[in-house]
C-alpha cells in the first residue's frame, strides 16, 4: 500500500513562506506525478501544482510566481515552496499521486495565514 506522508503546515503571517514536505513510501517514486491539493473549508478540494516524472511543472494561477513544486528522487520526496503567502491560502493542504487508476492520498497538514 503506498504511503504519503506530509509535514511543514503551520501558521503564518501573509508575506510569510512556509515549505511542505511529502515523503512516499511503497512506490517507484521516480516514475509517478506528485500533486499537492489544498480544501479550504467550505470549498471544493482544488489542484495546487503538479510535476511529471520528468520534472515538468504545472500550477494553478492563484499560486503562479509564488509557489515551486520540486522533487528529489533519491529521497522519494516532493515538496511545494510557499512564498508571498495570503490569507487565501489557508487550507489542508494534501500530497497525491496515482498508480494506474488508483489514488493515493496523505493525511494532510494545515496552513493558515493570518496576521
Known amino acids: 500500500q503506498v504511503q504519503l506522508v506530509e509535514s511543514g503546515g503551520g501558521l503564518v503571517q501573509p508575506g510569510g513562506s512556509l515549505r511542505l514536505s511529502c515523503v512516499a513510501r511503497r512506490i517507484t517514486f521516480r516514475l509517478f506525478g506528485m500533486g499537492w491539493y489544498r480544501q479550504a473549508p467550505g470549498k471544493e478540494r482544488e489542484l495546487v501544482a503538479d510535476?511529471?516524472?520528468?520534472?515538468?511543472?504545472k500550477y494553478v494561477d492563484s499560486v503562479k510566481d509564488r509557489f515551486t513544486i520540486s522533487r528529489d528522487n533519491a529521497k522519494n520526496t516532493v515538496s511545494l515552496q510557499m512564498n508571498n503567502l495570503r490569507p487565501e491560502d489557508t487550507a489542508v493542504y494534501y500530497c497525491h499521486t496515482m498508480t494506474g487508476f488508483t489514488e493515493h492520498w496523505g493525511q494532510g497538514t494545515q496552513v493558515t495565514v493570518s496576521s
Open positions: 510535476i511529471s516524472p520528468s520534472g515538468s511543472t
